[in-house]
């Protein structure tokens, strides 16, 4: 029933923008905090970025902080992230995951990603 599916990622030079979503539904989407995670080839699961339900409040990983911003629309079911100034680093599956409660960094629900590549 539970839903998060992912688009918008691609190939993309160092420097450039992505705007990756996560369209979700099955569940009260406005009533749960977000999270994108990353996973990087050969390596294991990073966080990236939490958002509350309401939009107002935003948390970013050191690695990402200043280049990356998260949103969301209520209103369509939608998750955002914006990546700009793209670094090699950043080449990665990236993932939508629903919040458990309150609780960051627990999850109960995933979408199946994404591919980012940055590379020229």
């Known amino acids: 029933q539970v839903q998060l599916v992912e688009s918008g990622g691609g190939l993309v030079q160092p420097g450039g923008s992505l705007r990756l979503s996560c369209a979700a539904s099955?569940?009260?989407?406005?009533?749960?905090?977000m999270s994108w995670v990353r996973q990087a080839p050969g390596k294991g699961l990073e966080w990236v970025s939490d958002?509350?339900?309401?939009?107002?409040?935003?948390y970013y990983a050191d690695s990402v902080k200043g280049r990356i911003t998260i949103s969301r629309d209520n209103a369509k079911n939608t998750l955002y992230l914006q990546m700009n100034s793209l670094k090699p680093e950043d080449t990665a599956v990236y993932y939508c995951?629903?919040?458990?409660?309150?609780?960051?960094?627990?999850?109960?629900?995933w979408g199946q990603g994404t591919q980012v590549t940055v590379s020229s």
């Open positions: 099955g569940f009260t989407f406005s009533s749960y905090g």
């Open positions: 958002i509350n339900s309401g939009g107002g409040s935003t």
């Open positions: 995951a629903k919040i458990i409660g309150t609780t960051r960094g627990e999850y109960d629900y």
